[in-house]
């Protein structure tokens, strides 16, 4: 595969070959998950290999994810959630030195940051392999690569899909991601959002110029039936000017069970997590609910993901 040994910065790195196969490793380290928990059997796929997770961002899916992959890969973790206060981010260290620093120490990095690019700072100064676990506004590349696994794995395949992406586009990283991979597979692409949070321009532009069909609209219930995928996003409070411009958007979308009755019966249900009000936890009993499936998804992802970087074979 092209991105081993590599950072993981951006969902650019990947062509549909690189996936299908990729999706093949993930099915293995789905097997390793298993036989931990009921053989009580240890990978050992990464023993003496440590990994830093640093985060200046708030998380809770993705660095206790990425922590849990790399122990049950039988390596270690050292941590700080809270960089941009606890760090000497707050003595003016540069990413490019804190790359530099921390590679002295572990072997793979992954961070999170509000800065768009951010990651590619760090990965400049870093001797290691720097993940991307989310760069403000920018990409979600690992979150995107579950989505698609789960897509994958749920419809037995993702080429002439018909995905629909719901809530901030605007802002959302997992969506943008999302459509770097899709757009691999000739899917056709339906985007609902308020007109103030649709999905940037450059992104719509370049899923066409792939081939792709796209429809963009603001009224979910007219087209939720002609979905096999149902993305759900939240309206990303944190990247609004204020809590004014946030409260014209809050709440725009509700996912209920009468909204899922318009819906396809082989349709999924994915949404990155955390949700605020925007899948009513009334369709978290209905089967085409996949996302907390994804989150279990996203543990065998990031195991592969780690071993691809090292070279690891599986
Ligand atoms: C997403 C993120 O951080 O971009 N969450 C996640 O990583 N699972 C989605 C979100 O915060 O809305």
Redesign the pocket.
């Known amino acids: 595969m092209k991105f081993k040994h590599q950072h993981i910065l951006s969902t650019k790195q990947f062509d549909k070959n690189d996936l299908l196969a990729f999706f093949e490793v993930v099915k293995k380290m789905e097997k390793v998950v298993e036989e931990a928990v009921k053989e009580g059997k240890q990978s050992k796929l990464c023993e003496g290999k440590i990994l830093a997770t640093l985060f200046y ?1 708030p ?1 809770t ?2 660095r206790f994810s990425f922590e849990t992959a790399m122990l049950r890969l039988g390596g270690r973790v050292i941590s700080n959630f809270d960089m941009l206060k606890t760090s000497s981010a707050t003595k003016m260290e540069t990413l490019y030195d804190t790359g530099k620093v921390i590679s002295q120490m572990a072997n793979v990095i992954v961070m ?1 940051h509000p800065e768009v690019g951010s990651t590619e700072k760090m990965a400049k100064g870093s001797n290691v392999p720097v993940i991307n ?2 760069d403000g506004s920018g990409e ?1 590349p690992t ?1 995107a690569l579950l989505d698609l696994y789960t897509i994958w794995k749920s419809h037995g395949r993702i080429d002439g899909l018909t995905i629909g992406m719901i809530g901030d586009l605007k802002n ?3 969506p943008h991601s999302q459509c770097s991979l899709l757009k691999h597979f000739g899917c056709k692409f339906i985007f609902v959002s308020p007109v103030g949070l649709k999905m940037p321009s450059e992104i719509t532009a370049e899923l066409r110029a792939c081939g792709c069909e796209v429809v963009e609209t603001e009224d979910l219930a007219e087209v939720i039936h002609d979905m096999d995928v149902i993305c759900m ?2 309206i ?1 409070k944190e990247r609004f000017a204020n809590d004014e411009e946030y409260g014209k958007y809050a709440g725009s979308y509700v996912l209920d069970c009468e909204m899922m009755n318009l819906a396809k019966k082989d349709s999924i249900v994915l949404h ?3 949700r605020v009000d925007e899948i009513s936890s009334e369709v978290d009993d209905d089967p085409r609910a996949k996302y907390f499936e994804q989150v279990k998804n996203g543990v065998a992802v990031r195991m592969a993901l780690i071993c691809e970087v090292f070279g690891i074979k599986v």
Request: aromatic content about 0%; hydrophobic content about 15%.
């Open positions: 961002e998380s899916r993705t999170r676990a989310g979600h979150q959302g990283r997992v996003t939240r990303q990155p997590l955390p």
